[in-house]
């Protein structure tokens, strides 16, 4: 939800195990696809689950609170 912003927009970054940042995914919709071929170089192969970071952008706030999850895929 735009939620008072002139347009939607997110980040979400997709983490090691250990919370670094291996690569960020931009979106202007509340969903986000990350490319087989991102997870291949990533990770080396399929990894059956996946932690990531997700935060709304902001045109006066910048990048919002995220919130983290480990996804089972």
């Known amino acids: ?3 008072a912003e002139d347009r939607e927009a997110y980040e979400v970054d997709i983490l090691t195990n ?3 940042v291996l690569r960020t995914l ?3 919709q ?4 990350y ?7 990533d990770f080396g192969g399929p990894v059956s689950s ?4 997700v935060a709304q952008l902001s045109a006066t706030y ?3 609170a995220s919130t983290k999850r480990c996804l089972h895929v």
Not at 30 to 33: A, G
Not at 35 to 41: D, G, I, K, M, N
Request: negative net charge.
């Open 35 to 41: 490319p087989e071929t991102e997870e291949l170089a």
């Open 62 to 64: 910048g990048r919002g």
């Open 50 to 53: 996946l932690c990531l970071s």
């Open 26 to 28: 931009s979106s202007d």
């Open 18 to 20: 250990d919370g670094q």
């Open 30 to 33: 509340p969903t986000v696809v």
């Open 1 to 3: 939800m735009p939620l």
